[in-house]
Each structure stands twice: as structure tokens, then as C-alpha cells.
């Protein structure tokens, strides 16, 4: 069965600093989608970035980049320069190819301190 | 850059009464997708359309039913509410294809008391 692992409930990273979200991910398929999306406390759902199964180079979107190893089947989204506003939750999901409806994972909640 | 559109923002109901969500996805979307979001959990996949069709299904109990009309738009309909139906719908929307990253609304809140 398809499934997207998160195995950091919280992670703390200080402002200008950069952190490395981990997201796993099962599947047989060989052709797939991985995402990530932020959740503020306010609720809404904003897409930050996205990578295919058969793109060669890692996705890049300002100041988020995204770690893809295929062979461990990782996803890891990597911010940069950390700012107050990046406080969130981070969801890493995924999309088979017969089917566009996002798995998420459990999420990891990230808090940015001065 | 206009965004996916849910109306209301906020919804209280009663335990066995009726509700209706509605969507406005962005101009040119031709899939609408609807989830619901459990307090504290990830957002779980009910049903998507394609150009106006059912496209999947997910984990939507019968007590729900959905449709979009031919202006795009969509609505996500509930009867019987129960308390567990507390949650937040979020509604999406995409161009065709597993590699579209699907935009979402600010969601519903639905209350149940």
C-alpha cells in the first residue's frame, strides 16, 4: 500500500538557519509525484514544491529545495534562511500515476525561534 | 492571481442535519478534489471530478454526496451529521494529471454540536 512516513512530529530551528524536513515514502509504482505543502495555524494549504519520480534534478522553489533519493525513497524538503513566518505544518504527500488524489503524511510541526 | 474560492469559511450544525460546501475552483482547472481534515490529523481524500465526471473516490461515507456543475464549480452536500463529522473540507483544484500541484481553499469549518 502507498504511504507517506513523517517521523519528526516537531522539529525547532533558529531564524536564518536552515532545516531539513524528512519524508519517506512506499510505493511500488515507478512513476509518481511528491509534494510538499504548508499549514499555518491559520489553516489554509499552500503548495511549495514539487518533484517527479523521473526527474533527474532535485526541485528547487526559492528558498525550499527538495532532497530526492530515490534509491531510499526519500523526499526531505530543505529550507533555507529560516524566517518567523516559516512556523507551520509541513505535509509531504504524494500522487501514483492512475490516480491525482494527494496521500499525505502525519506532518511535522515547525517552530522558528529568534 | 485568483485562488480557489469555499464558502462559508464557517459552518455550525446539529447533529442530523444537512449541509452543503461549496467551491469555486480557479478559472481553467478542469479537476476539483475535496478533502476533510480531522483536528490534529493530515487531510484525507473524499471524491475528485474531472471536467464535470466523478473521476475517484475515496473514504466518503454514503451520508455524503458531491457534484460539480457546468461551470466548474462544486459542492460537497452531508446529511445525518454526526459529531465526528467535525472536521475541516478543504476543496482543490489542479489541471489534469498526477505531476499538477492541486491548490486549495482556505477550507470549511464544520462544527457539529
Known amino acids: 500500500a502507498q504511504k507517506i512516513t513523517q517521523t519528526q512530529p516537531g522539529m525547532f530551528v533558529q531564524e536564518k538557519e536552515a532545516v531539513t524536513l524528512d519524508c519517506t515514502y512506499d510505493?511500488?509504482?515507478?512513476?509518481?509525484?511528491l509534494f510538499w505543502y504548508k499549514q499555518p495555524s491559520s489553516g489554509e494549504m499552500i503548495f511549495l514544491i514539487y518533484?517527479?519520480?523521473?526527474?533527474?534534478q532535485n526541485a528547487t522553489e526559492g528558498r525550499y529545495s527538495l532532497n530526492f533519493q530515490k534509491a531510499r525513497k526519500s523526499a526531505n524538503l530543505v529550507i533555507s534562511a529560516s524566517q518567523l513566518g516559516d512556523s507551520a505544518m509541513y505535509f509531504c504527500?504524494?500522487?501514483?500515476?492512475?490516480?491525482?488524489?494527494?496521500?499525505f503524511g502525519t506532518g511535522t510541526r515547525l517552530q522558528v525561534f529568534p | 492571481a485568483a485562488g480557489v474560492i469555499q464558502s462559508p469559511r464557517h459552518l455550525i450544525k446539529e447533529k442530523r442535519e444537512t449541509a452543503t460546501l461549496k467551491c469555486y475552483p480557479i478559472?481553467?482547472?478542469?479537476?476539483v478534489y475535496w478533502y476533510q481534515q480531522g483536528p490534529g490529523q493530515d487531510p484525507q481524500f473524499l471524491i475528485s471530478?474531472?471536467?464535470?465526471?466523478?473521476?475517484d473516490k475515496g473514504s466518503i461515507p454514503d451520508r455524503f454526496s458531491a457534484q460539480q456543475f457546468s461551470d466548474y464549480h462544486s459542492e460537497l452536500n452531508m446529511s445525518s451529521l454526526e459529531l465526528g463529522d467535525s472536521a475541516l473540507y478543504f476543496c482543490?483544484?489542479?489541471?489534469?494529471?498526477?505531476?499538477?500541484?492541486?491548490?486549495f481553499g482556505d477550507g470549511t469549518r464544520l462544527s457539529i454540536l
Open positions: 482543490a483544484s489542479s489541471l489534469k494529471g498526477s505531476n499538477q500541484p492541486q491548490h
Open positions: 510505493t511500488s509504482d515507478q512513476s509518481y509525484g
Open positions: 518533484q517527479g519520480s523521473y526527474d533527474e
Open positions: 504527500a504524494m500522487t501514483l500515476y492512475n490516480t491525482d488524489k494527494l496521500i
Open positions: 478559472p481553467r482547472h478542469d479537476t
Open positions: 471530478f474531472y471536467e464535470k465526471m466523478q473521476s
